[in-house]
């Protein structure tokens, strides 16, 4: 198995790394390969910043080991390898009405990413995070291989869940599906006119999956407005069908201009009648609307673009309005805007979720941009809120103690699981997240 080097990208494109890749097929060759010590693993990089990254050292790419290994239907439980893509894993078990419990916003997320930012989806209030739904893993750690389950290794698994490849590679894993109807959702759409009106559907909703899209360019008495999307599983009913794009080159600078961002929000607003209206999609358009625009990461040019997601305690509902109106105000955000609901449910000692609102807004990487999602970022901590690692590329070391109360048993337990330091990526490096205190 050779090591190649290569220059490798965050989802973003805005932070970039040069170092060498292997992607074994095979648990022979992943073994071989970390026989002189531990490596970072990867999986599909939808991570936005650095989690994925090691300027100048070795990654594994696990997606080549992406094999379904069983499946017990009286209990739901799937046997998978970590390189595995969510959305291959619905594609394939819908039909026989059993779906992910957690499902993120994109179906190229492979089992170990997910893991190792413990992930949330669109019913996450219900649900919890996709951790909560591991029953066990297989983790190479410095010691070799360990069964890891929340029973038998609690410490190590909740510093696994969530905890950024930092106690091994993950080989594979045992999830617990949920049952499902079929393979379409019925999707209920509507208008939402502003933060208020947007705050109270999400806390009355109770549908199984719920998600607000919102206009971050609407300012004044439009500020917060969008669609809130419903959803239930169901079958027997024929979707519309979808149409798969690409984007075949980097875009140019205007392509996101502001001008041209508002009127795109204003017609994406009105697709949706006044009244609503419920319409029938495949699995994959509701749950990943983005990946049907194949390298849709390239409309904001070679330089890349930042996500700024921060999630905030439900009393802190203010204080996000007051960042939505700064991020109004800026005539800087993009199309991509989205509002959840939170549950309490998370896995792991340094897993995103809590009980609150989640707001996601991408951003072109332009240096007024940055300086507002720094802002963005004192005011979610002001607010008692966190930032997610999924997403950041910007945060500092200092600034992580606050947000996430159990850095120090992470810490502890990652110390144990790789004493040399050898799985450190660049995001982890970035935060000094294994040493700041
Ligand atoms: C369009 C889009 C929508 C998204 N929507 C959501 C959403 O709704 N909710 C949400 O929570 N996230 C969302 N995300 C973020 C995404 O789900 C996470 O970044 C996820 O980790 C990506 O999986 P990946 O396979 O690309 O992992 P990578 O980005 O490659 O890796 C993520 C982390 O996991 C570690 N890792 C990966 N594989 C292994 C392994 N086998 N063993 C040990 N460590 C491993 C890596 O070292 C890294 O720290 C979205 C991303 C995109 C691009």
């Given at each position: 198995?050779?090591?190649?080097t290569?220059d ?9 790394a040069?170092?060498e890749?292997a992607?074994?097929e ?8 970390l ?5 970072p693993?990867i999986g599909?990089?939808?991570?936005y ?6 300027d100048?050292g070795r ?6 080991l ?9 209990t739901?439980?799937l ?9 291959e ?5 819908a039909?026989k009405?059993w ?6 916003g994109?179906g ?6 997910c ?5 949330h989806?669109?019913?996450h209030h219900h ?8 029953v066990?893993?297989?983790?190479l750690?410095a010691k070799?291989?360990v ?7 609690p410490?190590?698994f909740?510093?696994?869940a969530?905890g950024l490849?930092q106690?091994g ?5 045992r999830?617990?599906l ?13 208008r ?7 705050i109270?559907l999400l806390?009355?909703s109770e549908?199984?999956?719920?998600v607000g899209w ?10 917060g407005?969008?669609i ?6 169901g079958?027997g009913?024929v979707?519309k069908?979808?149409?798969y794009?690409?984007?075949?080159f ?8 502001g001008?041209?961002v508002r009127a795109?929000?204003a017609?994406?607003y ?10 029938v ?5 509701f749950?990943?609307?983005l990946?049907?625009i194949?390298d849709?990461?390239?409309?904001y040019g070679k ?17 996000l ?6 991020i109004?105000?800026s ?15 998370r896995?792991?000692?340094?897993s ?9 807004v ?10 507002l999602?720094r ?5 979610c901590?002001?607010a008692g809120?966190?930032?997610y ?9 200092t600034d992580i ?7 120090a048993?992470?810490q502890a337990?990652?110390a144990?699981?790789?004493p040399?330091g050898?799985?450190?990526t660049d995001?982890?490096?970035r ?5 700041v205190?």
């Amino acid at each position: 198995m050779l090591w190649k080097t290569a220059d490798y990208a965050g989802w973003g494109r805005a932070l970039t790394a040069t170092g060498e890749l292997a992607r074994p097929e095979r648990r022979s060759a992943l073994d071989a390969l970390l026989q002189d010590g531990l490596v970072p693993a990867i999986g599909m990089r939808r991570s936005y910043g650095d989690a994925a990254l090691n300027d100048g050292g070795r990654v594994i790419d696990m997606t080549r080991l992406d094999r379904m290994l069983g499946f017990d239907p009286a209990t739901g439980i799937l046997d998978v390898e970590a390189g595995a893509r969510v959305g291959e894993i619905a594609a394939a078990f819908a039909p026989k009405g059993w779906l992910p419990a957690v499902m993120p916003g994109t179906g190229f997320a492979t089992v170990g990413g997910c893991i190792g930012q413990d992930v949330h989806g669109k019913n996450h209030h219900h649900a919890g995070s996709f951790c909560e739904h591991v029953v066990s893993l297989t983790l190479l750690t410095a010691k070799g291989a360990v069964e890891v389950s929340r029973e038998k290794t609690p410490e190590l698994f909740r510093a696994t869940a969530g905890g950024l490849g930092q106690t091994g590679v993950i080989v594979s894993a045992r999830l617990r599906l949920l049952p499902c109807k079929g393979d379409v959702m019925v999707v209920t759409e509507r208008r939402v006119e502003d933060w208020d009106e947007h705050i109270a559907l999400l806390d009355a909703s109770e549908a199984t999956y719920t998600v607000g899209w919102i206009d971050a360019t609407a300012t004044g008495a439009a500020l917060g407005r969008g669609i809130l999307e419903e959803g239930e599983t169901g079958s027997g009913l024929v979707p519309k069908r979808v149409r798969y794009r690409k984007v075949p080159f980097d875009a140019p600078k205007f392509a996101l201009a502001g001008p041209i961002v508002r009127a795109f929000n204003a017609a994406y607003y009105r697709r949706v009648p006044a009244s609503g209206r419920t319409v029938v999609k495949p699995i994959s358009d509701f749950f990943f609307p983005l990946d049907k625009i194949h390298d849709w990461n390239r409309l904001y040019g070679k330089r890349g673009f930042h996500q700024f997601q921060c999630v905030v305690p439900l009393s802190s509902a203010p204080a996000l309005r007051d960042m939505l109106d700064e991020i109004a105000s800026s005539g800087l955000a993009s199309p991509l805007a989205v509002l959840k609901r939170m549950g309490p449910g998370r896995a792991g000692f340094l897993s995103f979720p809590m009980e609150g609102y989640t707001l996601a807004v991408d951003f072109p990487n332009r240096a007024e941009a940055r300086e507002l999602i720094r802002r963005l970022k004192s005011l979610c901590v002001d607010a008692g809120g966190r930032i997610y690692f999924a997403k950041d590329s910007l945060a500092r070391g200092t600034d992580i103690p606050a947000m996430y109360p159990d850095l120090a048993a992470w810490q502890a337990e990652v110390a144990k699981a790789d004493p040399d330091g050898a799985l450190i990526t660049d995001l982890v490096r970035r935060l000094s997240l294994r040493s700041v205190a």
